[in-house]
């Protein structure tokens, strides 16, 4: 009496079936993603690391009684010039070399702010400098690249950059155990550079975050109130109509053009700064407006009726009924579709490329008004660039953004999560 | 019998197209429970929200006629809807407490219509509404926990209890019980027969019970007419009208 009959086999064969290609598109796309992910690590994690080579410095050379360098400001240690004695520190490493060719080589095997770094040592520790300090120097990105073994030795000397000589000097201090592979502090702190081994993404984190608030402070209070008044205020009839019509399609507008808006107009007509926060906030803003309107006002329309009539009821008025009671119900909401808007401006690359945050930024921005590159223009610049250092850190910058949006996405759901009213 | 409290003349109420009510005159007593009777869609609560005018909230509600609170028009210019909803209470057919605590469903109205100037004044507010919506002794160890997370029957008491907070006249309740229990429900009707020494109570229900047992005159709707209006004795006992006579044998509705 309970035996399958051949009608229901055939049911329960075709729910089976359908659970494997449900389970094989799951897969799929998890396998997508892991590799993308192991491709991009394994790739970009060597760029938190750099090679540094110790050279030993006798500051005693610069003045005889280096105590006296205690009393000397940091001003005047910077306006010091020790490029000859920094080129003889490192002469030192190998005192034998005669050759001018073969000395510039050795130079060459340091990235160029070799006199720099001796000095900021010098400025660091000046209140008990020795006569001769052990100064670690970054090497060069050639060196660094034959450290991380993404160099290949093999190669004939006449299609490498580095030498066969600069090998030999590198092999001898490795020896020497003069080579040390340190936490890449610099990456995180600097801004962009021609020279792979001094770039930063400090400056296009900072571009970042100061447009990602520009857009937070221009669209949350607008996007918020144009929900709240469309929602709760505005009779229905055809402007209003038209006006969520245009909402909704703005949303699914291109992004570039937006960026061309922000070209001719923000640009143009306005005259505000290219290639700032500002007027990337400002022209992100004009994306995220929508994502935040669309869903501040779904969490308003979640919000049952019988709350309005209830406050209603008291003798509130409209606004006090919406704002003391509505709102504070749609705000969960509304964070989480600001978040989510914000975790796209982040993401957003083609606006700002045409408003001129593509432009090469060394200083890092301290304002919106600096110029100012961002992360994901960053993977842009670096992608294209041919030297071997930038494509470690194309993909650690990568994985930085990666980091910002999952962190963003996150918090994004805790806050649904613990907001979340049931009625 | 006590005076007029509450006049309503040639009511016709108007959803876009659609007409609703068909000249509705009724006078409701004061601090009497008047009971509004009918089957599902006759217009009972719909003439019920014409009272507070919670009509206005639709869009698409028209309202002609004559509405009178002791002889004010209320539908008049002059009147501002949020001071007449300060003295014309609503409590709603679902409990629908604020997710806030229970102290601050009841602080509300008091706090935007100014009636208390110190947290001590507020506190009385808060422990007489209690009290008087046969609340407080049940609650009052959990004043500042979540209105949403009592039980039914309690939700909505708080709700009355949220309605009286600002000092109404006249409290409108729509179909208060029919999301209560049997026991939930019977100690809101007890409740009623006390408030009605202080407010004048309309009570629109599909129990016939429940309107008998509560109520010193009833109206029966129908099709958005007011068929019979009468003192509850005489609508339940001797109906002068052959619909009401159906309606209340149970012949439909």
């Given at each position: 009496m309970f035996d399958a009959s051949a009608n229901l086999k055939k049911r329960l064969k075709s729910e089976r079936r359908f659970q494997i290609f449900c389970i094989t598109a799951i897969s799929f796309a998890l396998i997508f993603v892991l590799i993308l992910f192991l491709n991009i690590f394994s790739s970009g994690y060597s760029a938190f690391y750099k090679t540094t080579i110790a050279i030993d410095v006798d500051y005693s050379q610069v003045i005889?009684?280096?105590?006296?360098?205690?009393?000397?400001?940091d001003d005047e240690i910077n306006k010091l010039d020790l490029f000859r004695f920094s080129k003889k520190s490192i002469y030192s490493l190998f005192?034998?070399?005669?050759d001018r060719k073969e000395k510039k080589l050795l130079i060459r095997i340091?990235?160029?702010?070799y006199e720099d770094e001796i000095k900021q040592f010098l400025i660091k520790n000046k209140e008990n400098i020795k006569k001769i300090e052990t100064v670690y120097l970054t090497a060069s990105d050639d060196v660094d690249q034959v450290r991380k073994g993404?160099?290949?030795?093999?190669?004939?000397e006449e299609r490498r950059r580095i030498k066969d000589i600069q090998l030999e000097y590198y092999d001898i201090l490795e020896n020497n155990g003069r080579v040390k592979y340190v936490f890449n502090i610099p990456f995180l702190t600097r801004g962009d550079s021609r020279e792979p081994e001094l770039a930063g993404v400090g400056g296009s984190i900072v571009g970042s975050f100061l447009t990602i608030i520009t857009v937070l402070i221009l669209s949350f209070p607008i996007g918020i109130l144009a929900a709240v008044y469309l929602q709760?205020?505005?009779?229905?009839n055809r402007f209003t109509d038209f006006i969520e019509i245009n909402i909704n399609n703005l949303a699914a507008v291109p992004s570039i053009v937006f960026g061309l808006l922000g070209l001719g107009i923000?640009?143009?007509?306005?005259?505000l700064p290219r290639s700032t926060p500002l007027v990337g906030g400002i022209v992100l803003s004009l994306m995220t407006l929508p994502t935040i309107i669309i869903a501040t006002r779904a969490s308003l329309r979640a919000v049952p009726p019988s709350i309005r009539e209830g406050a209603l009821a008291v003798g509130a008025t409209k606004m006090q009924a919406v704002m003391h009671h509505v709102v504070p119900l749609a705000m969960p909401g509304a964070l989480t579709g600001t978040i989510i808007g914000l975790a796209q401006a982040l993401g957003e690359t083609a606006p700002l490329l045409l408003i001129g945050m593509v432009a090469f930024v060394v200083d890092v921005p301290s304002s919106p008004l600096d110029a100012s590159a961002s992360l994901p223009v960053q993977v842009y610049l670096w992608a294209e660039?041919?030297?071997?250092g930038y494509v470690e850190k194309t993909s650690a910058t990568i994985m930085l953004l990666l980091g910002f949006l999952i962190l963003l996405n996150l918090t994004a759901v805790l806050i649904r999560r613990k907001f979340e009213t049931k009625w | 019998m006590n005076k007029v409290k509450i006049s309503a003349k040639n009511i016709d109420v108007f959803y876009g197209d659609k007409?609703?009510?068909?000249?509705v005159s009724m006078d409701m007593y004061e601090k009497e429970v008047t009971a509004l009777i009918g089957p599902?869609?006759?217009g009972k609560s719909t003439f019920l929200r014409c009272i507070n005018r919670?009509?206005?909230?639709?869009?698409i509600c028209s309202v002609k006629g004559n509405v009178s609170i002791d002889g004010h028009?209320?539908?008049?210019?002059?009147?501002?809807v949020e001071s007449l909803r300060e003295n014309v209470g609503m409590v709603f057919q679902k409990p629908n407490p604020?997710?806030?605590?229970i102290y601050e469903n009841i602080a509300y109205g008091p706090r935007i219509h100014g009636m208390a100037n110190s947290k001590t004044d507020i506190d009385e507010i808060v422990a007489n509404s209690l009290q008087k919506a046969a609340l407080f002794d049940e609650v009052k160890d959990r004043l500042?926990?979540?209105?949403?997370?009592?039980?039914g029957g309690q939700q909505q008491r708080l709700c009355i209890a949220r309605a009286i907070s600002v000092n109404p006249e006249i409290i409108l309740m729509?179909?208060?019980?029919?999301?209560?229990d049997p026991i939930a429900t019977a100690k809101i009707e007890e409740l009623m027969n006390e408030l009605k020494k202080e407010f004048t109570i309309i009570i629109v229900t599909h129990s016939m019970q429940q309107a008998a047992r509560v109520s010193t005159n009833t109206g029966f709707f129908h099709l958005g007419k007011l068929i019979e209006v009468d003192s509850t004795d005489t609508i339940f006992s001797?109906?002068?009208n052959q619909k009401t006579q159906d309606y209340i044998t149970g012949r439909f509705g």
């Open positions: 005889e009684d280096t105590t006296q360098f205690a009393a000397m400001s005192p034998d070399i005669e340091f990235s160029i702010e993404n160099y290949p030795r093999d190669l004939p709760e205020f505005a009779k229905s923000i640009l143009n007509v306005f005259g660039s041919a030297e071997r | 007409q609703a009510l068909f000249d599902s869609g006759c919670m009509n206005d909230v639709i869009d028009d209320i539908y008049d210019k002059s009147i501002r604020f997710p806030k605590s500042h926990q979540p209105g949403t997370g009592l039980s729509d179909e208060p019980c029919s999301a209560l001797n109906p002068g």
